[in-house]
Nanobody, 113 residues
Framework: QFKESGGGLVQPGGSLRLACVPS????????MGWYCQAPGKQRELVAT???????GYSEAVKGRFTISRDNDKRTMYLQMNNLKPDDTGVYYC?????????WGQGTQVTISS
């Protein structure tokens, strides 16, 4: 299970840093991802982090978002800069492999002026 935090309401161009804490440390076992579910849309993968620490990004967030992790703190992060209204949604973390782990409650990110 995962616990996400760090969301909020920010203006366009602002920044947020999301955090994800799994119930057990799985970073060395599973590739991880941050997912976004925008209003009325399906959940989409926006950033990935392999077990070896290699990041990946969707075209929509490349250059603006940075995924990272701190193994000692058992926490994965998503630094989100230059936020846009289209980034609005509920952000979740989970493994990439199927079947996925249980989804957490997510953290709401709202970009609005």
């Amino acid at each position: 299970q995962f616990k996400e935090s760090g969301g909020g309401l920010v203006q366009p161009g602002g920044s947020l840093r999301l955090a994800c804490v799994p119930s057990v440390n799985i970073f060395s076992t599973y590739d991880m991802g941050w997912y976004c579910q925008a209003p009325g849309k399906q959940r989409e993968l926006v950033a990935t982090l392999s077990t070896s620490g290699f990041p990946g990004y969707s075209e929509a967030v490349k250059g603006r978002f940075t995924i990272s992790r701190d193994n000692d703190k058992r926490t994965m992060y998503l630094q989100m800069n230059n936020l846009k209204p289209d980034d609005t949604g509920v952000y979740y973390c989970n493994i990439l492999q199927r079947p996925r782990g249980s989804w957490g409650q997510g953290t709401q990110v709202t970009i609005s002026s």
